[in-house]
């Protein structure tokens, strides 16, 4: 019961997940390329509890299309019917033709179809199909040489194998991968805090409270105010040329703020160029 539960979950904040990553996906995954020109809403209200996960006109080489991608976190025997449903809602509402695409984050392997068709002669026939993508198949490495940044969130969930064998491991590479992005820290943090969640497919709360709790402190260092000065103030080149009189002062000054506010030595080494024995005397 408890799985079924967190499978709702996941599908109430899917779309509030993954709004982000449309350019990413589009542009990864699909290897389109692509100017988006509107979101489409569709809806059923009849058939359907919920609507679309997400669909969107696109200008392409290939004139415009719909992309419509939908995210799933458990196995729904019933998704191509829903799926053909949503290509003939693009087409008759939008007259466009539907790129569609079912992105699968769950925890078994993929057990959905990907078609319908019959053939009952020329005249009666059916031959429908839409691309299933297993994020648990794609390589954790191939993402990073990539600058789809927002597709990090989904490292987690991402190389079955190397997960499985790494175990709490492998989530702390994820977890240096997204610290280490060139981007700004609200973005950052934004990332950090959809992986977060995404893990709980696959880690248990403790882990993931573990392994999360030591970035989440390196931003609120980030943001803070001591660090803040050290970056406006250019204070890092003043100690790296060494040319301002009483430098090393200041630099002792801001190696016990910042070890008040719990950086590791070997940062605050980094930052303030003072030998780490002479910071590891500030904590005495």
């Keep these: 019961m408890e799985g079924r539960n967190m ?8 779309k509030n997940i993954f709004s982000d990553m449309a350019d990413d996906i589009v542009g990864y995954f699909l290897g389109l390329q692509y100017k988006k020109l509107d979101e489409l809403n569709i809806e059923f209200a009849r058939v359907e509890r919920r609507d679309s996960d997400m669909i969107f006109k696109c200008t392409t080489d290939k004139g415009n299309v719909a992309v419509h991608i939908e995210f799933q976190s458990e196995n729904d025997g019933k998704m ?9 809602e693009i087409m008759e509402k939008h007259s466009l033709l539907p790129y569609q695409i079912v992105i699968y ?10 078609s319908l068709n019959y053939n009952f002669g020329e005249q009666n026939t059916l031959d429908y199909k839409y691309r ?14 990539t600058d789809y940044y927002d597709l ?23 977890v240096e991968a997204i610290k280490d992005i060139p981007l700004d820290i609200n973005k950052k943090k934004d990332i950090t805090f959809k992986a977060e969640i995404l ?7 403790e ?34 040329k060494g040319i301002e009189k009483g430098e090393k002062e200041k ?12 950086m590791d030595i070997d940062k605050i080494a980094k930052i303030t160029e003072l030998a780490k024995e002479e910071i590891k005397k500030l904590i005495n």
């Design 7 to 14: 499978s709702q979950k996941y599908d109430i904040t899917m």
């Design 80 to 88: 191509p019917y829903r799926m053909l449903r949503y290509s003939l």
């Design 105 to 114: 984050i769950g925890k078994d392997n993929v057990k959905m179809e990907n």
């Design 132 to 145: 299933i993508i297993n994020v648990g198949d794609i390589k954790y490495t191939d993402v990073l040489k």
């Design 152 to 174: 990090y969130s989904l490292l987690p969930l991402m190389d079955k194998n190397r997960r499985k064998e790494e175990g709490e491991k492998y989530l702390e590479r994820c």
């Design 199 to 205: 893990s709980g497919i696959f880690y248990k709360r």
């Design 207 to 240: 882990v993931i409270e573990k392994v999360f709790s030591e970035v989440v402190r390196m931003f609120r260092i980030e943001e803070s105010e001591t660090y803040k000065m050290i970056i406006e103030k250019g204070i890092e080149k003043g100690i790296e």
């Design 251 to 262: 630099s002792i000054k801001i190696a016990k703020k910042l070890l008040e506010e719990g």
